[in-house]
């Protein structure tokens, strides 16, 4: 069964600072991967997604994520952290041949220092 | 942009009572599902529907729990008889289908019950 790792339930950055946050996967087939943002009392909204087209996925806010099979990874950057980038984060994965549901990670909370 | 939405955002109710929580998907999506999330809790696949039929469940969604597509544009949670583990941020999801279509999840309904 697939699964998602997320390292660290909490990461601090000063605005302007790189931000990463990790994920780790475990799947037994070539996996769909994605990033989801939550605002607090909001849903979740769509960051980025991997589906095997590139390795190095650009999505929206200037986040990005590259995808490393050799590593199970697929961490979330942003060269400089802005205060309105503090949230919560998590990793999903979604398996072919399933019914598109997605499994979560933990979730990361950012915290934006100024 | 089209999104989806739920109503009510918060419900209170009392233990043994019955809920509805209520979902009107993206219009064109194929896929619906319902996650749930405990306070401080990872987000939980409960069940994904298609067709007019549950495709898949996870071990939370019990007989206490059913889903409905009454009409061609809402999709119902139902929660026969609530207990205080049921305490939870329930979010709606649709996609246009399959495995690697991103979700696109509603603001969520927090659903105490005391």
């Known amino acids: 069964a697939q699964s998602v790792t997320q390292l660290g339930s909490h990461v601090s950055v000063s605005e302007g600072a790189l931000v990463l946050l990790r994920c780790n996967y475990s799947?037994?087939?070539?996996?769909?991967l994605f990033w989801y943002v939550q605002y607090p009392n909001q849903g979740l909204q769509l960051l980025l997604k991997?589906?095997?087209?590139?390795?190095l996925v650009k999505g929206i806010n200037g986040f990005e994520a590259e995808f490393k099979k050799s590593e199970t990874s697929f961490h979330l950057t942003k060269p400089s952290a802005h205060m309105s980038d503090a949230a919560e984060y998590f990793c999903?994965?979604?398996?072919?041949?399933?019914?598109?549901?997605?499994?979560f990670g933990q979730g990361t909370t950012l915290q934006v220092k100024p | 942009e089209p999104e989806v939405t739920q109503t009510p955002s918060h419900q209170v109710t009392q233990m043994g009572q019955e809920v509805i929580l209520r979902c009107v998907p993206i219009?064109?999506?194929?896929?619906f599902y319902w996650y749930r999330q405990i306070l401080g809790q990872k987000v939980e696949f409960l069940v994904s529907?298609?067709?007019?039929?549950?495709?898949?469940k996870s071990e939370i969604f019990d007989d206490q729990f059913s889903v409905e597509r009454p009409d061609g544009s809402n999709f119902t949670l139902k929660i026969r008889s609530t207990k205080l583990e049921d305490s939870a941020m329930y979010f709606c999801?649709?996609?246009?289908?399959?495995?690697?279509?991103?979700?696109?999840f509603g603001n969520g309904t927090r659903l105490t019950v005391t």
């Open positions: 799947s037994s087939v070539p996996p769909y």
């Open positions: 529907f298609y067709n007019n039929e549950i495709s898949e």
């Open positions: 999903a994965v979604s398996e072919s041949g399933n019914t598109g549901k997605l499994i």
């Open positions: 999801a649709s996609s246009e289908g399959g495995y690697n279509s991103p979700l696109h």
């Open positions: 991997y589906t095997s087209a590139a390795t």
């Open positions: 219009s064109n999506h194929l896929y």
